[in-house]
């Protein structure tokens, strides 16, 4: 009578447990598998720039003066194309020679007959005389309040030999030695050039 009573309970216990089985099965079946966390993203770096940094001005070329040519005035242009050429040429030469003393670390030469060995870290310095008095001596002591004074005035462009790019302008003019253009005293015209030298080393400070 006991086996009986048990062999049904049996059969039902037997039954759950292969339905238990059964749903556990289609659960792990229909449950997607865990996903993988996705990669990050590698970042692109950003395109390495261009434009290359300009070296820094190490050696000077440094151009004969000229009349201005794109600043014509009547008289005044007349004036500047009676400088005798000897007269340029000494001012060249002064110039690049003063121009080491002013500006330390740089080095200097006359356009023509010597040049920078590396364009990239090279500047050409040129002027364009604007205007030009001799002067009259007679007038000056006669007359007065100005009268016959003497004025040489010249813009001085720095620019870069590579590329070409402006690196400063700037206008100097000079009452003392303004007679000394049209005539032969080299001592006015070193001491104009030195001043030259003087307005070229501070432009080319930062460059």
Same mark, same amino acid.
């Given at each position: 009578?006991?086996?009986?009573l048990?062999?049904?309970?049996?059969?039902?216990?037997?039954?759950?447990?292969?339905?238990?089985?059964?749903?556990a099965?289609q659960d792990?079946a229909?449950?997607?598998?865990?996903?993988?966390t996705?990669?990050?993203?590698?970042t692109?770096?950003?395109?390495?720039s261009?434009?290359?940094?300009?070296e820094?001005?190490?050696c000077?070329?440094v151009?004969r *003066?000229?009349?201005?040519?794109?600043?014509?005035?009547?008289?005044?242009t007349?004036?500047a194309?009676t400088?005798p050429?000897?007269n340029?040429?000494?001012i060249?030469d002064?110039?690049?020679?003063?121009l080491?003393?002013?500006a330390r670390?740089?080095?200097a030469?006359?356009?023509g007959t010597?040049?920078?060995?590396?364009? %990239?870290?090279?500047?050409?310095?040129? %002027?364009?005389i604007l205007? *030009?008095?001799?002067?009259?001596?007679?007038?000056r002591?006669l007359?007065?309040f100005?009268?016959?004074s003497?004025?040489?005035?010249?813009?001085l462009?720095l620019?870069r030999?590579?590329?070409g790019?402006?690196?400063t302008?700037?206008?100097?003019a000079?009452?003392?030695? %303004?007679?000394?253009f049209g005539?032969t005293?080299?001592?006015?015209?070193?001491d *104009?050039a030195?001043?030259a030298a003087?307005?070229?080393a501070?432009?080319?400070?930062g460059?």
């Amino acid at each position: 009578m006991r086996r009986l009573l048990t062999a049904p309970y049996r059969t039902v216990f037997a039954c759950l447990l292969l339905a238990s089985a059964s749903a556990a099965a289609q659960d792990t079946a229909t449950t997607p598998a865990n996903t993988a966390t996705p990669a990050t993203p590698a970042t692109v770096a950003a395109p390495a720039s261009t434009t290359a940094a300009h070296e820094p001005i190490t050696c000077v070329e440094v151009e004969r *003066f000229q009349v201005s040519d794109d600043e014509k005035v009547e008289g005044q242009t007349e004036r500047a194309a009676t400088i005798p050429e000897r007269n340029l040429e000494i001012i060249q030469d002064r110039l690049a020679k003063h121009l080491p003393t002013e500006a330390r670390g740089i080095a200097a030469h006359v356009s023509g007959t010597s040049s920078c060995p590396n364009p %990239g870290s090279a500047a050409v310095l040129s %002027g364009d005389i604007l205007d *030009f008095r001799k002067g009259n001596m007679a007038l000056r002591y006669l007359v007065g309040f100005g009268a016959g004074s003497q004025k040489v005035r010249v813009r001085l462009t720095l620019k870069r030999k590579d590329d070409g790019s402006t690196l400063t302008q700037t206008e100097i003019a000079d009452t003392k030695w %303004g007679g000394a253009f049209g005539g032969t005293n080299t001592k006015g015209l070193d001491d *104009f050039a030195e001043k030259a030298a003087e307005a070229a080393a501070k432009a080319l400070r930062g460059h």
